[in-house]
């Protein structure tokens, strides 16, 4: 999903709408970042934010920026390695993108088979702490925290849990921002997420 599309999206949790306003080719610049994770593992990033920002807390390339991502395990330091123009905003319908992140090596993912209100099963992988929206509990649950039965917001409808499994690997995570509404859709299902 590259930063400056649209994703269709709505929070379930309406306090977490972030109020600002849109983002602007004009006046926003795209930051390259790289952060080290709490368990060592490199993340990098691609963030737009705006120009006035930027200026204002002094970020420029080759500089650390404090960087705070509990949803990526992510606290401390980053080193900006550029800054350039903002990519192109898509118009229309839908949430802008407003960063990406690749966690380049995670060794334990959760696997978790949904089942959806038109019978279709699905399986969606990320992250064990990716946080689910879970319409039981009313609140964002870590993917593998998920219990056989619960039921999660679809994106016609709801879908329930039948099994979440973890796996040992070695490979890169992907992972995105949205501005304002905070969450995406994830696969056929269109399983809400928080970013």
Same mark, same amino acid.
């Given at each position: +999903?590259?930063?400056?599309?649209? $994703?269709?999206?709505? *929070?379930? *949790? #309406? ?44 970020? @420029?390339?080759? #500089? +650390? ?8 395990? /992510? ?10 123009? @903002? ?9 802008? !993108? &407003? ?6 090596? /995670?060794? =334990? !993912?959760?696997?978790?088979? $949904? ?9 969606? &992988? ?8 879970? /319409?039981?509990?009313?609140?964002? %649950? ?8 619960? &039921? ?7 879908? %329930? !849990?039948?099994? $979440?499994?973890?796996?040992? =690997? &070695?490979?890169? $995570? ?22």
């Amino acid at each position: +999903m590259p930063i400056g599309a649209r $994703v269709p999206t709505k *929070n379930p *949790n #309406r306090f977490e709408v972030d109020p600002q306003p849109e983002p602007d080719q004009a006046t926003w610049a795209k930051l390259s970042i790289t952060a080290e994770g709490s368990d060592g593992g490199i993340v990098d990033a691609e963030i737009i934010r705006p120009r006035s920002w930027i200026l204002r807390n002094g970020i @420029c390339a080759g #500089r +650390m920026l404090p960087f705070n991502l509990p949803e990526l395990e /992510v606290s401390g330091l980053a080193l900006v390695t550029a800054i350039d123009d @903002c990519p192109p905003i898509v118009g229309g319908e839908g949430s802008v !993108v &407003t960063a990406r992140f690749v966690t380049r090596e /995670v060794h =334990v !993912v959760a696997s978790v088979d $949904v089942l959806g209100a038109d019978g279709t099963v699905e399986s969606i &992988t990320g992250t064990t702490i990716h946080p689910v929206w879970s /319409v039981d509990r009313q609140e964002w %649950v870590p993917l593998a925290e998920l219990a056989f039965g619960e &039921t999660l917001q679809g994106l016609d409808g709801l879908a %329930v !849990v039948l099994s $979440v499994t973890l796996s040992r =690997v &070695t490979q890169p $995570v992907y992972n995105i921002e949205v501005h304002g509404e905070h969450v995406y859709q994830v696969g056929e299902l269109g399983l809400v997420v928080h970013n």
